[in-house]
């Protein structure tokens, strides 16, 4: 048997995994979400799914057969990258809307405008 048909032989056997590649596409998919802002929460939501998939993923990459490791890595660290930032977007948020200061400036701006506009 010729050694090129061995190797493309021994390289179709194996596979990525599937976790690895959802965990790659919800960490993309929650850190775009939550670089937005508006969508944070959605991004918060996707980042924790990609992370479980991630951490589903290396151990699926662990069997004979089976690739996908460096795409698993990848998917949890974005997907932990977007938990993070949503979290510090949303611990940003309570705090700015709990000051009271900080909303009545933000209720005279929106007057002002208002104003300006009539």
Do not use: C, Y
Request: glycine share 14%; aromatic share 4%; net charge positive.
């Amino acid at each position: 048997m010729p050694a090129d048909s061995r190797a493309r032989r021994a390289s179709t056997g194996a596979k990525t995994s599937a976790a690895a590649t959802f965990a790659l596409v919800f960490g993309v998919a929650g850190l775009l979400s939550v670089l937005t802002a508006i969508l944070a929460w959605v991004g918060l939501v996707l980042g924790i799914i990609g992370i479980v998939l991630g951490i589903v993923g290396l151990k699926m990459a662990r069997r004979p057969g089976v690739t996908g490791r460096g795409v698993a890595i990848g998917g949890l660290v974005l997907s932990i990258l977007a938990v993070l930032i949503g979290l510090g977007l949303a611990a940003g948020i309570t705090t700015f809307v709990n000051n009271e200061n900080a909303v009545d400036r933000l209720q005279n701006q929106v007057n002002d405008l208002r104003d300006k506009l009539d």
